[in-house]
């Protein structure tokens, strides 16, 4: 069972930065993408950001392209580790994110395409 921890989040104003990290249990191995959720209060899930580990490429959603940097970290021993730079957050940005990753073996945009979950960190940006 794959386990995924992420860390990073808080309460930010307007324009500023936060580096969500997502720590796997699994090497790359078994894992092909690690992607990025995220939920507001009263709204779905969505996609925000995923990267494949295999062919080293990034996807993001349209409402973070520009703002929202992904990274893969394959090396360690302990596990892959995801991160998530965000900069110039919105109060829109506001939600609880979430780490998922996929042994699937093409990249998903889709929360359903995601077998594994972290529990989520919150991140509250304040206008």
């Known amino acids: 069972q794959v386990q995924l921890a992420e860390s990073g989040g808080g309460l930010v104003q307007a324009g500023g930065s936060l580096r969500l990290s997502c720590a796997a249990s699994e090497r790359a191995s078994r894992l092909n993408t690690m992607g990025w959720f995220r939920q507001a209060p009263g709204k779905e899930r969505e996609f925000v950001a995923a990267?494949?580990?295999?062919?080293?490429?990034?996807?993001?959603?349209d409402s973070v392209k520009g703002r929202f940097t992904t990274s893969a970290d394959n090396t360690r021993n302990t596990g892959n580790a995801v991160y998530l730079q965000m900069n110039n957050l919105k109060p829109e940005d506001t939600a609880v994110y979430y780490c998922a990753a996929s042994n699937l073996a093409v990249v998903a945009t889709t929360a359903s395409s995601y077998a594994y979950w972290g529990q989520g960190t919150q991140v509250t940006v304040s206008s």
């Open positions: 990267v494949s580990w295999r062919r080293d490429h990034t996807y993001y959603a």
